[in-house]
């Protein structure tokens, strides 16, 4: 259904802090309304990075990569914009006078945000339980993995990989993967 719609990235700003009270209530909003085929994803990017803790042990944590901002693909329409404007917590869209601009492509891709493969955008998705996969992005990159479920409405798939020495199954989404 995307394929047929306007679906771009648009940038909204954020009180500090807000960032997943914002990505989380634009969600539920999103599902109570029915709204999943106008706004269809809402990311606040992080990546990992090792802290040293006060006694001297390096830890794992994710820090968000731009503080006060949540990355949402959706077509702009008069509802899609006024469910995110206002959301609480919400400041405004990024763009000129608060008009909301998207992003390009190439913007996209230097936020870290994978963009699907043609063919998953399109529905042709060739991977069936039983097939090798190599996650391509988030907190289980380059770890490769057997899938047990395919579910093609949601865009997610269900991994076992190997996680701390041990089986362990995941869920993740179709552009987060490659099959190999």
């Given amino acids: 259904m995307s394929e047929e719609r306007d679906m771009q990235w648009y940038v909204v700003h954020t009180y500090s802090g807000h960032e997943n009270k914002v990505k989380t209530t634009i969600e539920n909003t999103v599902k109570n309304r029915g709204m999943e085929n106008i706004i269809e994803q809402v990311i606040v990017p992080t ?34 914009w006024y469910v995110v404007r206002n959301t609480k917590g919400v400041t405004g869209f990024v763009g000129p006078g608060s008009k909301p601009v998207p992003l ?11 963009l699907p493969a043609s063919k998953i ?15 391509i ?9 057997e899938v047990e479920d395919v579910n093609i409405e949601k865009k997610e798939v269900k991994v076992y990989v190997n996680a701390f020495g041990r089986k362990a199954l995941v869920t993740l989404g179709l552009e987060n993967i490659e099959k190999i």
């Fill in 137 to 145: 992005s988030g907190a289980f990159v380059d770890n490769v993995g």
């Fill in 104 to 114: 390009t492509v190439d913007e996209v891709r230097a936020m870290g945000i994978e």
């Fill in 47 to 80: 990546e990992d990075v090792v802290t040293t803790t006060k006694t001297g042990k390096e830890k794992m944590v994710q820090r968000k990569v731009f503080p006060s901002y949540v990355i949402v693909k959706m077509e702009m329409t008069d509802e899609s």
């Fill in 121 to 135: 955008v399109s529905g042709e998705i060739d991977l069936n339980p039983g097939d090798t996969v190599r996650v």
